[in-house]
């Protein structure tokens, strides 16, 4: 594991074609991203993985598998430092002194005050860090009920949508199209509401991945030789209850727990 020492350390090994897959103007602009923690290494998307693999752990998000661990520790360190009682107010959550839980996906999912995870869930730093990002920094806005997509809202401008939707609409869609009764356990599962079709969808279903964010998923079936098609919509409140990388992360983490389920149950 090596820490980068400067920006430019980061720079000099990207391709530097300045493409802007990744959501920024320049190269040298995401090195300096990358550095401060803001952007993922593996956000460009022409990055060697060996350069993920050597500076895993030593800036916010570097890994396929999710959010860096020190990243996660100066999460823990500043929850130490916020008032529980009232943090649990504002995001929908409760504390009973010692633990904040609320609900992820209709699963109990907490942490106490030395930092320890207690969940029915099983934890991927995908899913983690976006309960800390939300516990912490969240404004406790309520949902307005206006959905808009990734596209629209300030996280989505600043990051390549193509990105998003290979890591998170293309993963889902796949699963959608070969398991059929993913909508099904959704609601069964994970506390999901199918609601009224919308935006002329065939299925649209509405999540709480934490309380005060929720995400509908719509899908459109396969038909006359169009391909079916699948998208994420967001509360236009999403990005102040989650700032910027963690709503992206958080689909991420979904999608991948959804993709474990259907491969669990081997319905093609
Ligand atoms: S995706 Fe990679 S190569 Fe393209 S601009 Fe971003 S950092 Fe540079």
């Given at each position: 594991m090596n820490q980068p020492a400067?920006?430019?350390e980061i720079f000099t090994q990207l391709e530097k074609s300045n493409c802007r897959e990744c959501g920024e103007k320049t190269c040298l602009?995401?090195?300096?991203a990358v550095f401060q923690a803001?952007?993922?290494i593996s956000q460009c998307t022409r990055v060697d993985p060996g350069l993920v693999?050597?500076?895993e752990n030593t800036t916010a998000y570097v890994t396929q598998e999710g959010p860096g661990e020190l990243y996660m520790e100066n999460l823990k360190q500043e929850l130490s430092q916020i008032d529980l009682p009232e943090a649990a107010g504002r995001i929908g959550a409760e504390y009973d002194g010692r633990i904040l839980t609320l609900h992820m996906l209709g699963k109990r999912f907490g942490i106490d005050t030395d930092g320890k995870f207690m969940t029915d869930i099983h934890i991927n730093p995908n899913v983690a860090t976006p309960f800390l990002e939300y516990v912490v920094h969240s404004k406790g806005i309520d949902p307005t009920g206006t959905w808009v997509?990734?596209?629209?809202?300030r996280e989505g401008r600043s990051f390549s949508y193509p990105f998003f939707q290979k890591r998170c609409e293309l993963v889902l869609k796949n699963i959608a199209d070969s398991y059929t009764g993913l909508f099904g356990d959704l609601v069964e599962l994970f506390s999901a509401s199918k609601v009224p079709a919308q935006f002329e969808s065939d299925v649209s279903v509405?999540?709480?991945?934490l309380p005060k964010v929720p995400i509908m998923i719509c899908y459109w079936m396969e038909e006359e030789g169009m391909d079916s098609t699948l998208n994420l919509f967001f509360d236009s409140s999403a990005d102040d209850n989650l700032p910027e990388?963690?709503?992206f992360a958080l689909c991420v983490g979904?999608?991948?727990m959804f993709e474990k389920i259907s491969h669990n149950h081997r319905i093609k």
């Open positions: 400067n920006a430019m602009a995401f090195a300096a803001r952007k993922r693999r050597r500076y997509s990734f596209r629209e809202l509405i999540l709480y991945p990388g963690s709503l979904m999608a991948l």
